[in-house]
């Protein structure tokens, strides 16, 4: 978690009246042409892979605003940067993100990186390292292992040489490249770290994969597709792959049929503010339950299945929420992919047996809806502590 | 037909064996003919000739191969690398080819690739392509030719083969009467048909021609984007790999997204059939049973639209 130290304060004027939101900060560090830039493009501005190639160096600090359940603030650096021309204490960082390009095994990146560590550490010890071993995709397997483990023996070793102390500093290091979405999933578990509520929201994912019987699911930011919680079973890469494939598509799909007609109804349609779960029966689970109790709540409720009553009544539903599904097989009994939409920017993606999607379609919604209002508490929280702190 | 690594073998491993773009750089160059038959929509089966391109394969096309070549052709598609630095022998060969087809194959219908357009910058892709056009359709001379410009690496593959296969399924105005009385049945915006496994389009609800829709045309009055059917045979080939990489098979979808309800699953046992609603009040589920019902006909309608 992260220490007070490690924040501070952004003003941001918004929606033309000034709220000050405390934003995360996230430094992006690395030697020139590493990958930084294109990191930070790819993943925050929907920049194509291939158009990186036409960035221009970074010449000064570039900070970057990115809203998803915790506002983040990252630092694009230009490769000479300084502790000292960084023009910021490295106590106002929550995390410092070292690019390396995977085929750069020489001194100069290690010992930029150890610099950066030893000042770091002395002034804030809660810091996260995080070592991104870029460009990966250009090696084959085997010698991206090989670079992989050199560059991680080599800052180990040159941080001992520095002092016996640093051995024990946590630093994590990742294969990452922006042609696959091994890029998202590191990034996504930098970001768990800087969740306060992260135990939350994976209690909340936990439940709705046993109530329906789901092997997997994920909660994303669909416009960086990062995913910012999941349930406690392990991440399977071709898995995360497969998700951030299909919310890809689903965003692209969008607009195509998008009607262009004037005053189209179906605009109105969505909205983003909280109701209440279809029954009074216990209450949604909330923020400040222990685990055991939401858990409890929610294995309580009685499964009903909409899907029995008429279709008008279903048609009935005030409120529209975006929801899209897709079936694969030919795995036994069939998964199916599900997305739902739980706030504007939040989409649940699970994937469910086939069986249970379409026999008991009734259970996901409702567990759909549980699950939609315990992540909208914990944003309302998350939201009103980082405005209270920023004021 | 084209010059050499001027994308050919390219676009065949795309469009019929589902190869990823990316997996293109790996071909080698093709030696002599290689001869695929690849089915289309079941019963159809194509025989694509893809014609190694160097000088030495070409010059032998032109004389001792010539009538092998050059008969029972229906469709030729020549390609051109829009970055090509050998233009005059590209429209040389394009030339002698043409003699050869009104030498043997009267009736082929004559397709034009400007291929590579990704390496144009995008602000000059218009007038280079113009350009071309002009240049390849002098180059014809009195042969009628249907001229696009593509690229591996977007939607506009899709877009001039779906127009090359069209140009091989008799009935197609047929299936587009009945993918409108289908529409209106589900209250759709559109019906779209795609053939199996190329997921190239066949036939739309919408008129072909689009001087042809009149002002109460659904489509007309959400004036939907244009570039759609293409860009959704491309969207779902690249969704199709992925599932294939976990070793799952894409079988149907369903959206209700803030824009538009769609269901896209199989109608008949080789064509995928896409189902677009913009009214709120229409569930995927309704649309869903329509295309069941549904199925018996087109399954009757496909195999009779084949028959020429
Ligand atoms: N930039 C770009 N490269 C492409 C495109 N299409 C194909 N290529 C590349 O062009 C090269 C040659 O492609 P091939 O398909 O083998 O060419 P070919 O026409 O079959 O060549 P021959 O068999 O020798 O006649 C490969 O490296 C492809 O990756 C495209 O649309 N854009
Ligand atoms: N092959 C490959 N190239 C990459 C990757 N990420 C970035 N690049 C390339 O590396 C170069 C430098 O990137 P840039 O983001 O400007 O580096 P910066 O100076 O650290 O900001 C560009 O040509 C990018 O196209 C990657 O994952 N794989
Ligand atoms: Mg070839």
Redesign the interface.
């Known amino acids: 978690m992260m220490s007070s130290s490690s924040q501070s304060y952004v003003n941001a004027a918004k929606h033309g009246q000034n709220i000050s939101v405390q934003r995360t900060k996230i430094l992006l560090l690395g030697t020139r042409r590493s990958g930084k830039t294109s990191i930070q493009q790819v993943l925050f501005h929907h920049l194509p892979a291939k158009q990186t190639f036409y960035l221009e160096p970074t010449m000064r600090v570039a900070k970057h605003e990115f809203d998803t359940v915790i506002p983040l603030e990252i630092w694009d650096c230009p490769g000479n940067i300084t502790v000292d021309s960084l023009g910021a204490s490295l106590a106002d960082f929550a995390t410092i993100i070292f690019v390396i390009d995977i085929r750069d095994l020489y001194q100069q990146p290690v010992s930029k990186l150890v610099e950066f560590i030893v000042a770091a550490c002395q002034v804030n010890p809660d810091i996260n390292f995080e070592v991104f071993v870029h460009k990966a995709e250009k090696l084959q397997e085997d010698d991206k292992i090989e670079n992989f483990r050199q560059i991680h023996e080599r800052v180990v070793d040159r941080l001992a040489d520095e002092s016996p102390e640093y051995e024990q500093v946590p630093l994590n290091f990742h294969l990452t490249s922006v042609y696959d979405h091994s890029l998202q999933e590191a990034f996504s578990r930098v970001l768990h770290k800087l969740i306060d509520s992260l135990p939350y929201l994976e209690d909340l994912l936990n439940v709705f994969c046993l109530n329906t019987s789901s092997p997997k699911a994920f909660l994303f930011d669909t416009a960086s597709k990062l995913y910012l919680a999941t349930d406690s079973s392990p991440v399977d890469q071709a898995t995360h792959n497969l998700c951030c494939d299909y919310l890809q598509m689903l965003t692209s799909f969008g607009p195509l049929y998008k009607s262009n007609a004037e005053g189209d109804i179906r605009a109105h349609l969505f909205s983003p503010t909280p109701t209440p779960p279809p029954t009074a029966t216990p209450s949604p689970p909330s923020f400040s339950t222990s685990p055991s109790s939401t858990l409890k709540a929610c294995v309580q409720s009685p499964p009903h299945t909409p899907s029995n009553l008429p279709l008008d009544a279903r048609n009935a539903k005030p409120l529209f929420y975006p929801s899209a599904a897709t079936s694969l097989s030919p795995s036994h009994p069939g998964t199916t992919l599900s997305y739902h939409l739980v706030t504007p920017h939040l989409a649940l993606l699970a994937l469910l047996p086939t069986t249970i999607y379409d026999m008991r379609r009734g259970l996901v919604e409702w567990n759909v809806v549980w699950f939609r209002e315990g992540v909208r508490e914990i944003w309302e929280v998350e939201k009103e502590r980082s405005n209270a702190e920023g004021v | 037909m084209g010059a050499s690594g001027s994308g050919k073998t390219s676009m065949r491993s795309m469009i019929f064996s589902n190869n990823p773009a990316s997996l293109t750089s790996r071909l080698g160059a093709t030696i002599d003919v290689e001869q695929n038959h690849v089915r289309f929509l079941g019963d159809l089966i194509l025989n694509l000739w893809d014609c190694g391109g160097q000088d030495a394969f070409m010059d032998s096309y032109l004389t001792t191969q010539r009538p092998t070549i050059f008969s029972h052709v229906g469709v030729m598609i020549y390609v051109f690398d829009v970055e090509t630095r050998e233009m005059n022998k590209d429209l040389e060969y394009y030339r002698d080819c043409l003699e050869g087809l009104t030498q043997f194959s009267k009736e082929a219908n004559v397709f034009l690739l400007v291929h590579k357009m990704d390496l144009v910058r995008e602000g000059e892709r218009a007038i280079v392509f113009q350009r071309k056009v002009a240049e390849l359709e002098k180059a014809s001379g009195e042969t009628a030719v249907k001229v696009y410009g593509t690229s591996i ?1 977007d939607e506009s593959l899709y877009k001039a083969w779906s127009s090359i296969v069209n140009t091989l399924i008799p009935n197609a105005r047929n299936l587009s009467k009945h993918l409108r009385i289908f529409a209106e049945a589900c209250s759709a ?2 019906v779209v048909l795609f053939e199996r496994t190329t997921f190239l389009v066949i036939a739309t609800s919408s008129p072909a021609d689009s001087s042809e829709s009149f002002s109460s045309d659904p489509v007309a ?5 244009p ?2 059917y293409e ?2 045979s491309e ?2 080939k ?2 199709k790999q ?2 294939s ?16 309800t ?1 269901v896209l699953d199989e109608m008949t046992k080789n064509t995928y059939v896409l189902v ?1 609603v ?1 009214n ?2 229409i ?1 995927t ?2 649309i869903k049973m329509n295309i069941q019902m549904a199925r018996r006909k087109f399954e009757e309608l496909q195999g009779d639209s084949l028959v020429s």
């Open positions: 690496f915006t559109e009055v959400h004036a939907l984007d570039k759609r860009r959704t969207l779902i690249s969704f992925s599932c990489r976990l070793r799952e098979e894409f079988n149907s979808l369903e959206l209700e997204l803030a824009e538009f769609a677009v913009h709120p009040v569930e589920a309704a």
